[in-house]
């Protein structure tokens, strides 16, 4: 770093700008590359950029890689073509941004590559790129400077680039459903929708404590009530859990909401977008993950949650008494003392069952226990309508028969709270009063798309598919 300190002074000193404002670039290096017939022919001077990735020097000539959004491109300096500007080209280093104009040719070797006939320095780059930069593999250096990743590692680039694309498909595909794209509150005075604990802030404005949103659920059914028949968000939401694999408290979901639907429409729906997605893709509908491959064919293979445990342990859990789930619980080693019944009752699911299903499965007809804004079943009011898709042992998506009768709704947020469940502190009376207004039947349904895009992207890790991942302080040593 000092040295190319030293270099930024012998820069300035030259009264030469290393951090001008603009640059006008007229090709980047993919065009060049396939307009690369016409512009040796005619001989026409292109105009571009980027950050030089190496230099070899060869006496009176010199040879960089550089590298923008697009491709890489190699540029050829000449001592006779450039003259006393030659020389200034010492200042420059790996890792700096340079501007080069000339006429483009191709080497006895075939490569593309521009002969420099003037250079500007864009930016000084003062510090060097780690060690072993060129296929970086570290994956605490990766995550906590994704900057130094995407420079060294291009396939993580386009890993980013097919995540935005994908995302973009899925508002396309709702859009042509005739879904209306919303956004709601992210500070919200009274969380719920979910099952899961806050982070906490203060509102100076109004004098109140407030909670960064767990779920959107509660105010897209507000839309519903308000005549909007088919809602969509995709929404940053945030809950103060642990981080691993699967999880980062900071993630991306998608919600929607249909009226006049339920959740057999849902299960239509969302096969019908896995589908599309994965059609989309350059991988097609037979995806691998993780050495496992998956294959996205409708229908979705379909299992009820009660059979599912039933099957595992002999015990019908819509039979059991508490004591018996806690008996269960202690056989295969799960911490249940401080655990509500149903959070008993679904941990024995995720740890028996859920790591198991692999192809895309829906997993339906939920205790009422676990589901307090899911329609109570129409077969056996123990159940609620209720499905989640899961894949490689993943939740995907979890979707209702939303609960639209206002009286049931308090009778069951009041059991939550007696039962001090995570997911709710008091009775949001504002959503109990939309709901008294009349909510037609709806269907609702949440989608994971961090995970969903692990799975289309073939990535082992959340962190893989965020661009920022939530990760531990570090102490950064200043200049």
């Known amino acids: 770093m000092e040295e190319r300190q030293r270099k930024l002074e012998k820069l300035k000193e030259s009264d030469i700008d290393p951090y001008p404002y603009r640059y006008d670039r007229t090709h980047t290096f993919c065009q060049i590359r396939s307009d690369f017939d016409t512009l040796s022919r005619t001989e026409a001077r292109v105009s571009t950029c980027g950050r030089i990735m190496t230099i070899r020097g060869h006496g009176k000539t010199l040879f960089a890689t550089l590298m923008d959004e697009t491709d890489r491109m190699q540029v050829y300096l000449r001592q006779d073509t450039l003259g006393d500007k030659f020389d200034s080209f010492q200042h420059f280093d790996v ?36 060690e072993k930069w060129h296929g970086l593999r570290d994956i605490e250096t990766r995550y906590r400077q994704r900057y130094l990743d995407l420079i060294a590692n291009t396939e993580v680039r386009d890993i980013f680039r097919k995540r935005t694309r994908l995302i973009g498909l899925v508002r396309s595909f709702l859009d042509k459903e005739g879904f209306l794209e919303v956004e709601t509150p992210v500070l919200q ?5 979910a ?4 982070f906490k802030t203060y509102y100076n404005a109004l004098e ?4 960064l949103r767990i779920a959107d659920e509660l105010y897209l059914k507000r839309l519903i009530v308000g005549g909007f028949e088919k809602v969509y968000e995709v929404c940053r939401d945030f809950r103060n859990e642990g981080i691993d694999r699967l999880h980062n408290p900071e993630f991306t979901m998608l919600e929607l909401y249909q009226a006049y639907a339920d959740y057999d429409d849902m299960m239509v729906l969302i096969e019908q977008l896995v589908d599309f997605l994965a059609s989309e893709t350059a991988r097609g509908k037979d995806l691998e993950f993780l050495d496992h491959k998956i294959e996205f064919k409708r229908p979705f293979r379909r299992v009820r949650y009660t059979d599912s445990i039933k099957e595992k342990i002999g015990l019908d859990i819509l039979d059991a008494t508490e004591s018996d789930i806690d008996k269960q ?48 079943h129409r077969s056996d009011p123990r159940l609620v309508e209720r499905f989640e898709l899961i894949v ?25 709270i007696a039962q001090r469940e995570e997911g709710i502190h008091q009775i949001d009376e504002d959503f109990i009063r939309a709901l008294e207004h009349g909510m037609p039947p709806t269907a ?19 962190r893989d598919v965020i661009l920022f991942p939530q990760l531990r302080p570090e102490q950064i040593q200043g200049t």
């Open 444 to 462: 609702g349904i949440g989608i994971g798309l961090d995970r969903l895009c692990m799975v289309l992207l073939n990535q082992p890790s959340i």
């Open 208 to 211: 109140q404590e407030m909670f």
């Open 329 to 376: 619980c202690e056989q295969y080693g799960i911490d249940h003392k401080k655990l509500s019944i149903g959070s008993k009752i679904d941990k024995l699911f995720s740890e028996l069952v859920q790591k198991e299903l692999i192809e895309p499965t829906f997993v339906v007809d939920y205790p009422k226990i676990l589901s307090p804004l899911a329609k109570t």
């Open 95 to 130: 890792g700096d941004f340079i501007g080069v104009r000339g006429i483009v040719f191709r080497t006895k070797t075939g490569e593309i590559t521009v002969l420099v006939d003037d250079y500007i320095m864009l930016a000084k780059s003062l510090r060097p790129l780690p």
């Open 189 to 193: 005075a009274i969380y719920g929708g």
């Open 195 to 198: 099952a899961a604990n806050p």
């Open 392 to 416: 490689f042992g993943m939740e995907i998506a979890n979707a209702f028969s939303e609960l639209n009768d206002p009286l049931e709704q308090r009778k069951r947020f009041e059991t939550q």
